[in-house]
């Protein structure tokens, strides 16, 4: 036993070598050019000339990037309960190992392993003014009198995307919830069942609670995701009508592989990376304190 | 008498089976409810894309298809430089991006698990650099990079960002299943003389399966599915991978979409995640709730 233990500090440190290697090689050093870079005029044809903080300031008068970075921050904002509420109530609809339960969950999940851009192509298809079956539908329905041009509006469009991404990743949370939920031992429910608690008060005031920390968790991940968005409006939207759907990953796009200003992207870069810390950090802290225990 | 003895202990089953479900009519209709409404969008697709080209173009459009036609397949399998050079570049990235993964976790979550080692807080924070620091901000200098070595238009080079991508949650998965291998199997193998590379190779390895199989589960899917590495590393029209494939199939050739079409390749794009998760779901939920969750 000590043997296996002390046989040198070294030796683990040779298995974590080539994994240490490849994060170094394609993370931290990239992440280093970028910084250097972001303090240059690079672009394609050139440059590179050192101009301290300029680009830094630049950000700070670019209302395109305020503009990208608060819609991403409210499709955040509004996207993420969607995503708990519902995600939670599907948890509760199918958290028992019934045939016709396991069925729907499976079912609600199938869209989170398909690709964000096919997913995203098929919903660009059904909000079609002209041959789009959603518009059918409410029309068929009545709930509309003719077909809406969900593209055209920056308001729709954007509920347009809401609800495809809804549809594609509801199933992430609900797969949390129900291991929060069958977790939860039995005789607490039973028990509160036994002392007469409705299924609504068991819901919100055993399983919310008891849930909590995966509940943070799945929070956190999605919205990190939401923050980092750039697939779904790329092809639903291409940031449009007038530049009103960027997001901020779509924004540093713009400008690094478009525009080819690369020492700007390089900034910008840099300003997201820093947004993302902060949400990673909590999430890698709820993850450690949950392996401490 | 019986039923006095039997009266709690059936009440405590009635209780048991309540104890997290609601009333039994209203739930199923509600489950029937949502797997249309989920199902809906795949299902339309998939019957709009075995419509004639015609059909599938029509304004107002018809919810299922007057005749049956593979025309659109057809047309997406012919689609410039042809189906099977995208499929084969997607399948080449993703075997790729499956072998560095288990390559490279595997003995990182075994040296993690199984070794004191001197300064490993040092080595976990360098290991979860990709989390911290989003791929999508680092894309123009590994771009800049790679076209000096020549990685640029490359399965290796995008093999390398997903790579990337999933290697944390590779290692972490890894070592969670190296930690659940009981110590007493691995001082059998120590009092047998094995070196640690036999101890991984011939007792931890083959243990570990499961974990294994979830690694490049994820890393399959993942890769497949990868778009904007793919959109600024792929540019040239023959290394184009799957995703990009669609967006230039809606692009089109006159500006003019092929609705048909376009469904056709995003069914295409659709089946080998769906068949792959089907085929593993037990090992593909395992793998996120301890991704996520642990």
Redesign the interface.
Known sequence: ?S?????G?W??????A???L???V???I??G??IV?SMTDRSLLGGGKFIGLMNYIRIWNDSGFWRALLFTVKYTIVLTPILMILGFA?A?????NTP??R??R??????V???????S??????F?E????LN?LLVDLRVIAQ?IVWFASADLAFWAVVISIT?KVVG?GM??FI?A?QSID?EI??AA??DGAG?WR??FLI?VPLSRR?IL??TL?SAIGSM?A??QF??MTSGGPRGQTFTA?YW??QN??VSFR?GY??AL??V??LI??AF??L??GL?AR??AT | MTTAVLAPEA??VA??R?????GTYG??A??IA??AI??A??V??AL?SIKTAAD??????H?LPRTLSLENYAKVVGFQAGLATYVGNSALVAAMTIA?CL???A??G???A?????G?EI?FL?????????????????Y??FARVGLVNTHIGLA??H??LQ?PFS?FLMRASFETIP?EI??AA?IDGCS?WQR?TRVFLPLAVPGLVTVALFAF?NS?????AA??FMNRNTSFT??IL??SV?AGKFGAVD?GA??AS?II??IP??A???AL?RY??SG??SG???
């Open positions: 036993m043997k296996t233990r002390s046989s500090q030796r683990g440190w040779l298995y974590v080539p994994a240490l490849f994060v170094a394609f993370v931290v990239p992440f050019q970028l870079m599907l509760l609809l199918t958290a028992d016709l339960k069925l729907t499976t079912v609600v999940f199938l869209p392993v398909i690709g964000l851009s096919s997913s192509l098929l919903w660009f298809w059904l079609d002209q041959v789009g079956l059918k077909p549809w992430f797969v949390l291991a939920i039995r429910l039973e069942v036994i299924y068991r819901a399983v995966i968790l799945a991940v980092l750039f697939d790329y092809i990953v540093i796009y690094s592989f690369l992207g390089a870069s840099i997201l990376t993302i810390l990673s950090t999430q890698i993850t949950n392996e | 009440a405590a209780a048991r309540r104890a997290m479900a609601p739930i199923v509600i489950s949502v797997i989920m199902a969008p795949i339309l697709s709009a599938a173009s029509a304004i107002p459009p919810y560095a390559a490279l976790a003995p990182a075994y040296g993690l199984r070794f004191a080692m001197r490993k080595a360098i290991l979860l650099a990709p989390i911290m620091i989003p791929y999508q901000a680092i894309l123009t200098p590994l800049l990079d390398i960002v790579t990337l290697l290692i110590r691995e001082e120590v640690t991984l899917i497949w599915n990868e778009f904007l959109l600024i799957v995703p669609l967006v809606r609705w376009l469904q995003v794009s659709i995640s769906l792959v998760y089907l779901q593909y939920i996120l709730l996520a969750v642990k």
